[in-house]
């Protein structure tokens, strides 16, 4: 079975990124050009963006409020079938936006039989929006979506946790990672979509924290990386 192929799930998705690339077109331009100027480096913008978030990451993603900040539809399938792959039944999602990913994860889960997504999401009219879109994709029943701080949401989770989508604010990687990390299952499969923080980084690579990590050849350029929970 592929739930990810029929209606009213494929329908409903190459609605929902089409409606992400016109509503973050701008600001991609922004980032881009901010990325291409002469007199900076990538390198550099990125440490810009996690002092900022450092600073107030509540701020920061607050700013965001009305972009979608979405997967690619070729990132969204690699989730599908990683999680289809991983059979799992418990994952957990950092930053749900409006529940791009969530559906490509969610529809895994329900051809792998069933299971639960327990996401989590700070701005309340995302929550909104990802709760109504999860509903029409005819998934709800698979996922929580918390609101607030994923700190505090993301506290209270049954394991064993078989797979770990970090896609919301960059500087709190890590710390959703620890907080997760005792319940990840052995094999646990961790994604960081847009995995720039050195910290976050770092810890993967010390094989003393008990992971195996390596950058995905997805989405050139947005640093998506890989990990295995094999400590």
């Given at each position: ?8 799930v494929?329908t409903l ?14 600001l ?13 480096s ?7 963006l996690?002092?900022?978030?450092r ?26 079938m990683m999680?289809r792959?991983?059979?799992?039944r ?32 700070m701005?309340?009219?995302?929550v ?83 992971y ?18 094999v400590?």
């Open positions: 079975m592929n739930t990810l192929t029929t209606s009213p494929i998705l190459e609605t929902l990124h089409r409606n992400a690339e016109t509503s973050d077109r701008e991609m331009e922004t980032m881009m050009a901010r990325f291409n100027a002469p007199e900076t990538a390198e550099q913008v990125m440490a810009e996690l002092a900022q978030e600073a107030d990451y509540r701020s920061v993603y607050h700013d965001y409020a009305d972009n979608f900040l979405a997967v690619s539809p070729r990132y969204g399938q690699f989730l599908y999680t792959a991983c059979k799992a418990r994952v957990v999602e950092f930053g749900t936006s409006m529940g791009i990913s969530t559906i490509y994860l969610a529809t895994a889960l329900r051809d792998n039989g069933g299971g639960q997504l327990i996401g989590s999401e701005e309340r009219t995302k909104a929006q990802a709760r109504a879109n999860l509903d029409a994709a005819g998934l709800a029943d698979l996922v929580d979506i918390r609101e607030g701080d994923a700190l505090e949401t993301l506290r209270d989770i049954d394991g064993p946790v078989d797979l770990l989508l970090l896609d919301g604010a960059f500087s709190l990687y890590l710390p959703v990672l620890k907080l997760i990390e005792p319940r990840l299952a052995p094999g646990a499969a961790i994604f960081g979509e847009n995995a720039f923080d050195p910290d976050y980084i770092a810890y993967l690579n010390n094989p003393a924290n008990g195996l990590s390596q950058t995905l050849p997805l989405d050139e350029g947005r640093g998506n990386g890989f990990a295995v929970r400590g």
